[in-house]
């Protein structure tokens, strides 16, 4: 199908988009580590039904680094606008789960539904567990001052980020990451330029009124199982499922499980 290209101009910047599609409309959020292609396995798919929209964050893939300050919930916001999206159904990943969730409690009314994948939540924090990986690093900030050994950790040695067992995967992400070292450059920095919610989300979840699917790898860290845990008890008639044989990264890890539970939640919706 025919896909749309282009950049956005933002604060200081633009941020680069793929449109494919029409209908009503889904906008795909990566993750902190992989930009906009971690959805190659959903993208054209969901094109055939869905007007889609995926973008990379600042930071990341083709998009500009941010220079100052700035707001990945403002950032969505000029994407719907310049866009012409009155409202979507949102897809994120990990972090993009995240913004998701801060996105839809800041503009409910652009909001149709929610589709969480391995997401955190802002207020909610982790453990020690977490930041060292399951103690298999001293910290994470250990690696972020090293993009190729954070890329070589993450794709080779980590535990939880796909099933250590799919070694086509890895390759695949390997790939894909070699071919974008932009993203995992800088990340500190990216991250102290990030400007947080207004509202931490754990204690507004009960705002969120939408239909949201919330799904879990069977091998991504406890923390993240616990996230999805506070997700699903704070956001009225959310529905959590496991994808088998998964760590973090679903969409691109298992795209057909993936797939069929998305789309018997968009039927449903």
Not at 173 to 198: D, G, H, M, V
Request: with cysteine.
């Amino acid at each position: 199908m025919k896909t749309e290209t282009g950049y956005i101009s933002v604060d200081d910047g633009s941020i680069f988009y793929e449109l494919s599609g029409d209908g009503d409309c889904i906008v795909l959020l990566h993750d902190g580590i992989v930009h906009r292609e971690v959805w190659d396995g959903q993208f054209s798919d969901l094109a055939k039904r869905y007007k889609v929209v995926r973008y990379d964050r600042r930071g990341y893939g083709k998009s500009d680094y941010p220079r100052a300050s700035f707001s990945n919930i403002e950032d969505l916001c000029h994407v719907f606008d310049h866009l012409k999206i009155e409202s979507a159904i949102i897809f994120g990943i990990s972090g993009g789960g995240e913004l998701a969730i801060d996105f839809t409690l800041k503009y409910p009314g652009k909001v149709n539904g929610l589709v969480l994948s391995g997401a955190i939540v802002s207020g909610f924090g982790v453990t020690s567990h977490a930041l060292t990986r399951g103690g298999n690093v001293l910290s994470t900030e250990e690696l972020i001052a090293d993009p190729q050994k954070l890329m070589e950790y993450f794709v080779w040695s980590d535990p939880y980020e796909t099933n250590p067992e799919n070694r086509d995967v890895k390759e695949k992400l390997y790939a894909l990451l070699k071919s974008n070292p932009y993203n995992l450059k800088y990340t500190l920095t990216r991250e102290q330029l990030k400007e947080p919610p207004e509202r931490p989300a754990l204690r507004y979840l009960s705002e969120i009124k939408v239909p949201v699917l919330i799904l879990v790898g069977e091998y991504d860290m406890p923390d993240v199982h616990a996230h999805a845990g506070a997700i699903e008890v704070g956001i009225p008639n959310a529905k959590r499922e496991i994808i088998f044989n998964s760590g973090h990264l679903i969409p691109f890890e298992q795209p057909e499980a993936f797939n069929k539970s998305v789309l018997s939640f968009l039927n449903s919706v």
